[in-house]
């Protein structure tokens, strides 16, 4: 692989991922852990490590914007875009919420699992792979789910260039909405880490304190890479690149396109264009965890106890892949990085994730007490 901008960007990516992969893996950062964990035992320690993970990436976002180091005004996922699907977000939202509970983990947990030797989760990302693909790659999305593009507000049609809750709240009071996006996001980071804050056995954790904040500098290190101060160099050589390489915009993790992206590189692993920030992000993440498992002896071979054990995780793969399409994101996609830009939908997808994943827990509980 010839050096150039767009490898040392690959490069840094997989470094940082590794990174994320392990911290996952020694802190027990988990979103669905985090629902699991209050639904279950009514314990917060997860939920306000995931809180402070936002808390962070929105902070560092407004931060960066204000000083003009990076612009997220366009990126992939398109978080800010005026056209303000609202049910997609709720419905896929929902839908990834269940599945990840069903599946015994979102994208990332699915990759710390594969790292730790968990062959149900190696399933489990081969069944939302190929999933993603058919959503993303082929007529699949649009014969399932285009009836909700009927749905979408189209927010500049009432000339508001952004579903940013900055730009909202500029159209309401004629301010200026780079500058209220800042501040509330300062303020919204405030509250959330002052919630995380307030338990004493949270600030007592050291795990799930740097699981916090190390998610949220993942985030914020991924914007810089892709928007900050190489981006435009970045972007200016894939332009003129022989062969144009993929999804060369600004972005940082999320967790389900790219599956369909690593599984479209598989196809033609000759094709080094195909290689992108999530295809990398992916693999580093399951190295990292790997390694991790293996200095703390920890690796373990698991496979499924039952047939209805892997029907459940096959359906659970499915709704997860088919909802973080739906909703442009997962748990960390929208949950983490798309809140970082203080977009409503993300806002929407986050709170569509907790709910379908705290259904899904008591809808299960009561049928097990049924029993």
């Not at 998610?215 to 928007?227: E, M, R, Y």
């Not at 496979?303 to 054990?309: I, N, V």
Request: glycine share 12%; proline share 2%.
């Amino acid at each position: 692989m010839e050096l150039n901008i767009h490898t040392e960007t690959l490069l840094a990516v997989f470094a940082l991922s590794v990174a994320l992969g392990a911290l996952a893996a020694r802190t027990g950062f988990c979103t669905m852990g985090a629902v699991s964990d209050w639904i279950n035992i009514g314990d917060l320690g997860r939920m306000r490590s995931w809180m402070l993970a936002i808390a962070v990436a929105l902070a560092g976002v407004a931060a960066m914007e204000s000083a003009g180091v990076v612009d997220l005004n366009a990126t992939f996922p398109p978080y800010r875009t005026p056209q303000f699907a609202w049910l997609r977000h709720l419905l896929g939202g929902l839908m990834f919420g269940v599945g990840m509970t069903l599946a015994s983990g979102c994208g990332n947990k699915t990759l710390v699992r594969i790292g730790g030797g968990n062959l149900k989760s190696l399933f489990v990302l081969a069944v939302a792979a190929v999933t993603a693909y058919r959503m993303i790659y082929t007529d699949s999305y649009q014969a399932l789910f285009g009836w909700t593009q009927s749905f979408t507000i189209a927010l500049d049609a009432h000339g508001i260039p952004s579903q940013s809750i900055g730009a909202l709240a500029a159209a309401a009071s004629g301010g200026d909405a780079a500058v209220l996006n800042a501040w509330l996001s300062w303020a919204l980071a405030g509250g959330l880490a002052i919630w995380a804050f307030a338990s004493a056995d949270f600030r007592r954790n050291p795990d799930q304190l740097l699981g916090g904040i190390g998610f949220g500098l993942a985030v914020l290190a991924g914007w810089w890479l892709t928007a900050g101060p190489r981006a435009a160099a970045w972007k200016e050589w894939a332009e003129f690149a022989d062969v144009v390489p993929s999804r060369v915009e600004a972005q940082s993790y999320t967790f389900v396109s790219p599956m369909a992206d690593g599984l479209r590189w598989l196809m033609d692993p000759a094709n080094g264009a195909l290689l992108n920030f999530g295809t990398m992000a992916l693999a580093g993440v399951t190295f990292g965890a790997f390694i991790h498992a293996l200095l703390s002896r920890r690796f373990r071979i698991e496979w499924f106890r039952s047939k209805a054990d892997l029907v459940r995780h096959a359906f659970g793969a499915v709704l997860m892949s088919c909802g973080g399409v739906l909703a442009s994101g997962c748990s960390v996609g929208q949950g983490i990085t798309g809140l970082s830009t203080l977009a409503l939908g993300a806002l929407f997808t986050l709170l569509a994730v907790i709910a379908g994943s705290a259904l899904t827990m008591k809808a299960t509980s009561w049928w097990l007490m049924r029993d």
